[in-house]
């Protein structure tokens, strides 16, 4: 069964210091993945998506991820959080069958700290 | 900026007791999705909701379970039967298309939790 994973429950980091939230992914022919954060008190929110092409894909609010086949990963990057960063982010693939299904990771907490 | 919401945020009921969660997804999408998410676990796909018919559901969207679109705006998800593990929160998610790589937006989600 198609799956995703991420190791990290909770990523406490400083203020303006550089984080990288982990994802990885069971391999399969198609795979579409996304990153959405739910920052307290609302709905999860789309941060970038891959489908195809670049492997290096740019999301709203400075975040960016990496496509890496070979590991099959999808890690999270910002090289310098705000306090405002401090959210739950989830990892997802699309189920690549005729459905719309959104597989999910359990989520990793990003702690900002001053 | 169009949103999906939900209603209520939390919910409290009692074992057996029968919830109806509610769902408003953006006015101009055609798919409605349920989703779950028990404290610690992974969020979970319950159900896929197109033209009046359920298109997919999980293993988890067992006989307890229903959704309906009572009419042109709410989405509706009803257990008929609580049990302490439906304790959850429950998001509600709409797309103007169908396909895996089609963006779901998703709503706040309800927090359900069966004593």
């Known amino acids: 069964a198609q799956s995703v994973t991420q190791l990290d429950s909770q990523v406490p980091v400083f203020e303006e210091a550089p984080v990288e939230l982990r994802c990885n992914y069971s391999s399969s022919v198609s795979v579409y993945l996304f990153w959405y954060v739910q920052y307290p008190n609302q709905g999860l929110q789309l941060l970038l998506k891959?489908?195809?092409?670049?492997?290096l894909v740019k999301g709203i609010n400075g975040f960016e991820a990496e496509f890496n086949k070979s590991q099959t990963s999808f890690h999270l990057r910002k090289p310098s959080v705000h306090i405002s960063d401090t959210a739950e982010y989830f990892c997802?693939?699309?189920?690549?069958?005729?459905?719309?299904?959104?597989?999910f990771g359990t989520g990793t907490l990003l702690a900002v700290q001053p | 900026e169009p949103e999906v919401t939900q209603t209520p945020s939390h919910q409290v009921t009692q074992m057996g007791q029968e919830v109806i969660l509610r769902c408003v997804p953006i006015?101009?999408?055609?798919?409605f999705y349920w989703y779950r998410q028990i404290l610690g676990q992974k969020v979970e796909f319950l159900v896929s909701?197109?033209?009046?018919?359920?298109?997919?559901k999980s293993e988890i969207f067992d006989d307890q379970f229903s959704v309906e679109r009572p009419d042109g705006s709410n989405f509706t998800l009803k257990i008929r039967s609580t049990k302490l593990e439906d304790s959850a929160m429950y998001f509600c998610a709409s797309s103007e298309a169908r396909g895996s790589w089609v963006e779901q937006f998703f709503g706040p989600g309800t927090r359900l939790t069966v004593l």
């Open positions: 006015s101009n999408h055609l798919y």
């Open positions: 891959y489908l195809s092409g670049s492997t």
């Open positions: 909701f197109y033209n009046n018919e359920i298109s997919e």
């Open positions: 997802a693939r699309g189920d690549g069958g005729a459905t719309n299904k959104l597989i």
